[in-house]
């Protein structure tokens, strides 16, 4: 048991959890400016949902960029990719429910995840190894190996 724990580890390395925690983190604050703005400001849904959504994308990239790969090359480069990849992953997120929701027999809350789970993978791949590319997590493994 031990060493699939260590296998485990070596796959989803620290970058991969901080990824996931800040995501996490990310979608609970985003929830909550949603629900503010709804709920106590009484925001209509869309433009709320917008204001979300632009939320979101502005604290993801931050946390991505600080603290989940810990970039310190050039900001505005970055920050066209990181719009790029994400704009592939919705894409490809879009493919995958609409496929699901028209040609696979699941009930939508699962079609939703699973898409959104390829958005997840996307996403992370495309950040990793071309938006923050040569992080301060990378530069340390070079240096290891």
């Known amino acids: 048991m031990g ?19 800040f995501g996490l983190i990310v979608t609970a604050a985003s929830y909550l400016f949603l629900f503010t703005l709804v709920l106590v400001f009484d925001v209509p849904n869309v433009p709320a949902n917008f204001a979300t959504l632009m939320f979101g ?18 900001q505005w480069a970055a920050v066209l990719r990181f719009s790029i990849v994400v704009a592939v992953a919705y894409g490809v997120n879009l493919l995958v429910l609409q496929a699901l929701l028209t040609y696979a027999p699941v009930p939508d809350a699962l079609a939703q995840f699973l898409a ?3 958005y ?12 923050f590319s040569h992080g301060q997590d990378d530069v340390e493994r070079a240096r290891n190996t």
């Open 116 to 118: 959104f789970s390829v």
């Open 57 to 74: 994308l502005a604290m993801s990239y931050l946390f991505n960029r600080n603290f989940v790969f810990r970039h310190t090359g050039q």
């Open 120 to 131: 997840t993978v996307i996403a992370y791949v495309g950040h990793r190894v071309w938006t």
């Open 3 to 21: 060493s699939l724990f260590s296998k485990l580890r070596q796959v989803v390395d620290a970058t991969a959890r901080r990824y996931a925690l």
